[in-house]
């Protein structure tokens, strides 16, 4: 069975590539301030509420767009 040698320096570029970081977050006040009744909603239901926005804002296309036009605001710079 071969493995695999990759050099620290190449591991670090690729965990530091797929690094999250927070866009945001849902809450129960979130649910509360648009008129929900919050007072059985589950931390599960919270999660699969979250799960579900992030997805449908990722399918959505807005996700890629916003990114492209805050970064292009913010002047990243693109690859040549």
């Keep these: 069975e071969a493995k695999l040698c990759i ?3 190449e591991l ?3 965990t530091d590539m797929m690094r999250g970081f927070k866009i945001t ?3 129960r006040a979130d649910l509360d301030g648009d008129g929900y ?5 589950s931390d599960d239901d919270m999660e699969a509420l979250a799960d579900r926005m992030a997805e449908a804002y990722c399918e ?3 996700f890629w767009s916003h990114l492209q ?3 292009d605001d ?3 710079p ?3």
């Excluded at 009744?37 to 909603?41: A, C, N, T, Y």
């Design 7 to 9: 050099p620290s320096s």
């Design 12 to 14: 670090t570029m690729a």
């Design 25 to 27: 977050s849902v809450a």
């Design 37 to 41: 009744d919050v007072s059985k909603v």
């Design 60 to 62: 959505s296309g807005d």
């Design 69 to 71: 036009n805050i970064a």
């Design 74 to 76: 913010m002047e990243i």
């Design 78 to 80: 693109r690859k040549k």
